[in-house]
C-alpha cells in the first residue's frame, strides 16, 4: 500500500501556545496535496465554554486566498477576534444579509423612525434587488455602479443620489468592521456621481437666498392662518389647527423644526426667561402611532421668541392648558408651570431610568399639554395634514394678498432659513456661533447652509461700481 504524500508546507506563523496546549503550535499554510487544488490554513481556537482549543481546518481555491486566510487568523489569535470564517459561512453572508446587520445597527444606534423609514426605503427599493445574493466577499465598484445606475431610474435629484452612496458606503464600513470585506478591497473606489454645478463661493448644500422667504412673507402667511383657523373660520378642515398662525410665527421666528413645533407643551415655555426649551419632537412612524422622542441630534437647546408671540399668544393657550383662568397673572401661570415641571421631576427620579428628567419624563400623549393639536385626535398633527392645510393658506395669499405671496418653490420647513438668515442673523445681529446654538445644529452645518465666502467682498464691489 503507498504511504500517503504529505502536503508541502508554505509558511507558517509565529510560536503560540494558546489555549491549553502542553507543545507550542503555529498557524501553517499547506501547498495542495498531489492531485488536489485546494490549499490548507491550519490552526486552532476556541471551543467555547472553557474546553480546550479545538483544530481548525480552511480551505482556498487559490494560494492569493489561502494566504489572505492565513493572514487574518495570525490577526485574529494577535487581537484576541474570531477566527476567520469557513467557507460555507463566507458565502451565505450576502449583501442582504449585511443589509440587515446594517437596519440593526442603526436601530442600536438610536436612530429616528424617520431615518430608518428612509434607509430601509434605499435598501428594499435600489440594493437589495440589485445585488442582494452577492457575497460581501466578493462585493465589487461594478456591483456598486448597478445600484446607482438602477436608483438613477427613478432619483432625480443629486443630493437623493448622494444620499443613496451615502448609504452604501455606510454598508461598506460595516462589513469591515464585522470582517466580512476585507479592508484591502474598496466596493466603491472610482464611483463617481456627475458633480452639480456649484456656485462660487458655495458648498453643495447651499440654500439659495431665493428659497429664504422674506419677513414680510411669514407674517402674511401667519396672519392668514389666524383667519382661516381661528374661532371665527368657516371651514371645518382649517379650524381643526386653531393655532396654526402661532405656529408659523414659532417656526419663522424661532426656527424649530416641524417635529420640534408638534411636540411643544406649556411647560417648555419660559416666558419670564423668554425663550423656549426645546427638548423633544414629535414622531410619527409610517402604520404606527405617534409618540414624542428626543430631539435631533439629542441636542437640546434654547430658542429666544418675541415677546408679542410668547406673551400675546402662547400665553393664553398656557393658561388653557395648566388650568388657569384667562385673568391669571403672569406669576400664577410661571408657578402652575413649576409645579408640573417639579412632579415630572420627582417622578422621574423614582423611575429606575436615571436619564429620566422633567422634561422627557413619559406621559401618556392623549394626557400631555400640548400648545399645537388636532381639535379631533387630541394630538399633535400628523406632518401629511399639516402640509395639506399649509398649501391652503398659501393659496389663500396668492389670491388675496398677491404682494406678500408665498413662491410655491419655497416650502414650509423653509421658515427655519428665515429664521436662521433673515431674523436671528440679519435682524438681530447674531453671530453664525449663536444662531448655531439657536438651531440645534453643528456650526459647520450652518456655515454649509447659509454662508458663501467671498459674499461680503462681492457686495462692497458691486457698491463701488454702482458709483461710477
Given at each position: 500500500m503507498t504511504s500517503r504524500r504529505k502536503a508541502t508546507l508554505l509558511t507558517q506563523g509565529k510560536s503560540r501556545t494558546l489555549g491549553g496546549s502542553s507543545r507550542p503550535w503555529r498557524v501553517r499554510l499547506y501547498a495542495p496535496e498531489a492531485g488536489g487544488t485546494k490549499y490548507q490554513v491550519m490552526f486552532r481556537a476556541p471551543a467555547g465554554d472553557?474546553?480546550?482549543?479545538?483544530?481548525?481546518?480552511?480551505?482556498?481555491?487559490?494560494?492569493?486566498?489561502?494566504?489572505?486566510?492565513?493572514?487574518?487568523?495570525?490577526?485574529?489569535?494577535?487581537t484576541e477576534r474570531d477566527a476567520p470564517a469557513r467557507a460555507d459561512v463566507r458565502a451565505a453572508r450576502t449583501i442582504g444579509m449585511l443589509g440587515a446587520e446594517y437596519i440593526n445597527d442603526s436601530i442600536e444606534r438610536g436612530k429616528q423612525p424617520r431615518t430608518m423609514e428612509q434607509r430601509e426605503s434605499k435598501l428594499n427599493a435600489h440594493i437589495l434587488p440589485t445585488i442582494g445574493d452577492v457575497p460581501v466577499a466578493k462585493w465589487r465598484v461594478e456591483h456598486s455602479r448597478k445600484v446607482m445606475?438602477?436608483?438613477?431610474?427613478?432619483?432625480?435629484?443629486?443630493?437623493?443620489?448622494?444620499?443613496l452612496r451615502g448609504q452604501l458606503a455606510a454598508m461598506r464600513k460595516l462589513a469591515w468592521r464585522l470582517g466580512w470585506l476585507d479592508r484591502s478591497i474598496d466596493p466603491l473606489d472610482g464611483l463617481e456621481i456627475g458633480r452639480a454645478n456649484v456656485l462660487h463661493g458655495t458648498t453643495a448644500h447651499y440654500v439659495d437666498p431665493r428659497l429664504r422667504p422674506e419677513t414680510r412673507q411669514v407674517r402674511a402667511m401667519a396672519d392668514a392662518a389666524d383667519?382661516?383657523?381661528?374661532?371665527?373660520?368657516?371651514n371645518p378642515l382649517m379650524t381643526r389647527l386653531p393655532l396654526l398662525g402661532t405656529k408659523i410665527r414659532v417656526a419663522g421666528f424661532g426656527g424649530l423644526r416641524l417635529g420640534e413645533q408638534n411636540a411643544l407643551r406649556a411647560i417648555d415655555i419660559f416666558f419670564d426667561r423668554g425663550y423656549v426649551h426645546v427638548n423633544g419632537a414629535w414622531i410619527t412612524p409610517r402604520g404606527q402611532a405617534g409618540f414624542r422622542g428626543p430631539v435631533k441630534n439629542h441636542s437640546l437647546h434654547e430658542v429666544p421668541l418675541p415677546k408679542s408671540l410668547m406673551r400675546g399668544e402662547i400665553l393664553p393657550r398656557a393658561k388653557e392648558l395648566l388650568g388657569l383662568p384667562a385673568k391669571a397673572s403672569l406669576q400664577q401661570v410661571i408657578n402652575a408651570q413649576e409645579t408640573e415641571r417639579q412632579r415630572r421631576a420627582d417622578l422621574a427620579a423614582r423611575a429606575p431610568d436615571?436619564?429620566?428628567?422633567?422634561?422627557?419624563?413619559?406621559?401618556?400623549?392623549?394626557?400631555?399639554?400640548?400648545l399645537f393639536l388636532d381639535t379631533v385626535t387630541g394630538l399633535p398633527v400628523k406632518p401629511e395634514m399639516h402640509n395639506e392645510r399649509w398649501h391652503r393658506v398659501r393659496a389663500w395669499v396668492e389670491e388675496n394678498d398677491p404682494d406678500n405671496a408665498w413662491p410655491r418653490t419655497i416650502v414650509y420647513r423653509n421658515l427655519r432659513h428665515h429664521a436662521a438668515t433673515k431674523w436671528f442673523h440679519d435682524e438681530l445681529g447674531e453671530s453664525w456661533e449663536v444662531v448655531a446654538q439657536y438651531l440645534g445644529d453643528k456650526l459647520t452645518t450652518v456655515l454649509n447652509h447659509y454662508v458663501r465666502a467671498g459674499e461680503d467682498a462681492l457686495r462692497d464691489s458691486v457698491g463701488k461700481l454702482a458709483k461710477l
Open positions: 472553557g474546553e480546550p482549543w479545538k483544530r481548525v481546518l480552511r480551505r482556498a481555491n487559490s494560494e492569493a486566498e489561502a494566504r489572505k486566510i492565513f493572514d487574518q487568523a495570525e490577526a485574529a489569535l494577535d445606475e438602477k436608483g438613477s431610474k427613478t432619483i432625480f435629484s443629486n443630493r437623493g443620489r448622494e444620499d383667519k382661516m383657523c381661528g374661532p371665527e373660520g368657516t436615571r436619564e429620566l428628567a422633567w422634561w422627557n419624563y413619559v406621559v401618556p400623549p392623549e394626557d400631555e399639554l400640548w
